[in-house]
């Protein structure tokens, strides 16, 4: 008598089986995010709520007397500094980011690598070096001061160093590669035929990259204008080392309650008040991007 062979079971839908590939795919990064992210955020948020000790420890029970610290009459002027060169570096990061993302695409493939290559070189040297090295050339005996004072650009009574402006001119040279990369990814994926059909069709070169380039990597800008604005928020070594008491940003209060005053509470209020800061304007980026991604006509091959 022949074998009976065996009854096949019952078939997993293909939609499950594609979810329990990503889901198996997403899990260990989502574990890492919530472990390392949102637990110690979560942390931060109820120290704030908390007293602190005399020694530099977190009290018992909770209050509102460490939130109403944040009153602090010198407060606000540190937070609208932090705000104003956050935003001010953003802006002149895309400036030159924009640009110089559309020049190394439309490069030719073999200095594309080179471009490339000038651009991530500053990765590496160590960051504080970098900042060093700006506090010399800022310094009143330093190479830059004594080229503008020899070109008629500056007097010798001239300070270029601890001011906001020595603080916002280093945050630019240090965040402009990270504005760069993003954008550069953006443009290497675009078609550059759309802006020769613009130009056909009677578009000045100026209209064709405003109304087709940069539509066009929408994407990158936002990106670029993310990892731009989100460390300039949180920057307090570059205004502590070139940009001295009168340049104070949210980071450096934050330092100085944590190391200095040990404040930890005080400390994570700041910390709240920082993360809000960083998370409302991501947060209301993302719903704009997403309102035009649904807003935007389907083409007509899409489903």
Known sequence: MAARAPRPGPA???????????????LPSFLWLVALFVVPSVIVFAIAFKPATPYGGIGEGWTLETIRTLG????PAIVWR???LSVVTTVACLLFAVP???????APKRRQNTLLLMVIIPFWTSFLVRIFAWKMLLHPE???????????LAGPDTQLLYNPWAVLLVLVYTELPFAIL????AAEKFDFRLIEAARDLGASPFRAFRSVFLPGIRRGIVTAMLVTFIPALGAYVVPDIVGG????????????RTFVDRNLPEASALSALLALAVLLPTFGVLVLNRGRDLLAPKSENSP
């Open 82 to 84: 932090t705000i104003w």
């Open 182 to 185: 993003p954008i550069y990814a």
């Open 142 to 152: 330093g190479l830059l001061k004594r080229a503008l004072v020899a070109l008629g």
């Open 12 to 26: 997993v839908p293909e939609g499950r089986r594609s979810r329990g590939a990503e889901w198996s795919v997403t």
């Open 245 to 256: 008491p009168s340049s104070e940003m949210i980071g450096n209060k934050i330092a100085q």
């Open 72 to 75: 602090n009459p010198n407060y």
């Open 100 to 106: 110089m993302g559309y020049f190394m695409a439309r």
